[in-house]
């Protein structure tokens, strides 16, 4: 006979638990204490099981039953419920600990172990994080496009379209690390591709003219800031290495007695090593910087604490201060300065300003055989282009020869 409600609510506990059956299997176990639990027994591969439905009256008499009625569905494909039911506690575990954030930090660690740059690692926390902490805890077997795009859209609407895109690409990375181990069935950004405005073309403000570059190096020389920022500014248009590897520099990393340089592959956005041959005027910088930050650690440390390198705005927000507007020069800007001025000297060979630049060689056995090829050159052309640095900013007149002029 079929359970009611009013036979499950209204038994009595006894001594010994004992059944009150509903019908296919189902039944209330009543506990001496009291509670009431529902079971299932059923038959799979000859072999007599129960499987737990819950507590009555948290599952009503009506769920019971459908709960059932799914456990016999698996049943009549072959598949043991209880063993399912193990499986899917399981599969939330792993979900639950599988979450947007976990993955993309294992993901960024694992960067970083294959020889990501600190900087770039930074950059992509960063960006992991503009989607925003509840984002970052969510399972990401759950996330769906749409899910994904309504953070897009929050970064979109404040103007950062070149930040929405780079958030979407590492994300698109991220996903595609869950699905290749196995966390995850497929690529939710894939959906994505022209939803996002299209940032327009970001070009860095560089000063280029000698006449004009001069007048940036003598405001350099007169800033009234914090000393190491000034030596930071100083030092840029010497090395002209990217901004991120100028304040991440560490003091063993410099040989003053070689006038070398060596800056490790992680910090490389090639990821590989570069060396630098530092001029007199470099090396002068340098071991003022010494005296204020030496003998260990970062070189332009930052101001609230040693350890940690100087923030990635302090050289711009220099410039800022110095009157050089955004637009006009940039912490990046001491590059296009040395390969502009460098190039239209005509002095030196171009694969040699190409590898002083580290940018990566297209052809890799060209690569290769440059690599060695250019280390004298680049050595003559460190000091020469110091020297030239201190005859703009001492306003001497630059002359401009046509090509194939002879002086």
């Known amino acids: 006979m079929a359970l009611t409600d009013t036979a499950i609510r209204t038994a009595k506990p006894k001594a010994k638990p004992y059944k009150l059956g509903d019908a296919l299997g189902l039944f209330v176990l009543v506990q001496p204490a009291g509670g009431k639990l529902w ?65 993309a930090k294992e993901f960024i660690d694992k960067r970083r172990r294959e020889g990501m740059s600190t900087s770039t690692a930074e950059k992509s926390e960063y960006y992991v994080g503009r989607l925003g902490p509840s984002f970052a805890r969510l399972p990401i077997a759950e996330i769906a496009a749409p899910d994904l795009l309504e953070q897009l859209r929050k970064v979109e609407a404040k103007g950062n379209h070149e930040t929405a895109r780079r958030v979407l690409q590492l994300s698109g990375r991220i ?139 302090t050289i711009n927000a220099g410039l800022r201060r110095l009157g050089f507007a955004g637009d006009e020069m940039t912490a990046h800007g001491f590059r296009s300065l040395a390969s502009t001025l460098l190039n239209e000297s005509g002095k030196w060979n171009p694969d040699a300003i190409e590898r002083a630049l580290a940018h990566k060689a297209a052809d890799a056995v060209r690569a290769a055989y440059h690599r060695g090829a250019h280390w004298a050159e680049r050595v003559a052309m460190a000091q020469w282009w110091s020297d030239h640095l201190d005859t703009l900013r001492e306003g001497a007149e630059i002359l401009r020869f046509p090509a194939g002029s002879s002086a």
């Open 175 to 313: 996903f595609r690390y869950a699905v290749a181990t196995a966390r995850l069935s497929s690529d939710p950004s894939r959906d994505l591709r022209g939803a996002l405005t299209a940032p327009k073309p970001k070009h860095y403000g560089a000063i280029v003219d000698p006449k004009r570059a001069g007048e940036l190096l003598r405001a350099i020389d007169g800033y009234e800031g914090q000393v190491l920022t000034r030596l930071a500014m100083q030092l840029a248009p010497h090395v002209f290495v990217r901004p991120g590897e100028l304040r991440q520099a560490e003091w063993e990393e410099i040989d003053f007695e070689a006038a070398l340089w060596i800056i490790p592959a992680d910090k490389m956005k090639m990821r590989k090593p570069h060396q630098v041959p530092l001029s007199r005027q470099a090396v002068a910088l340098l071991r003022a910087a010494h005296e204020i930050s030496g003998p260990t650690g970062y070189v332009f440390p930052s101001i609230r604490t040693t350890a940690r390198p100087m923030s990635e705005n």
């Open 39 to 103: 079971r299932l027994k059923y038959r799979i591969e000859g072999r007599e099981k129960k499987l737990a439905l819950g507590t009555y009256p948290e599952t009503s008499l009506s769920k019971a039953r459908a709960l059932r009625d799914q456990a016999r569905e698996l049943i009549a494909a072959g598949i043991d419920p209880a063993l399912e039911k193990q499986r899917a506690k399981h599969r939330a575990k792993a979900s639950a600990g599988n979450t947007f954030g976990e993955i």
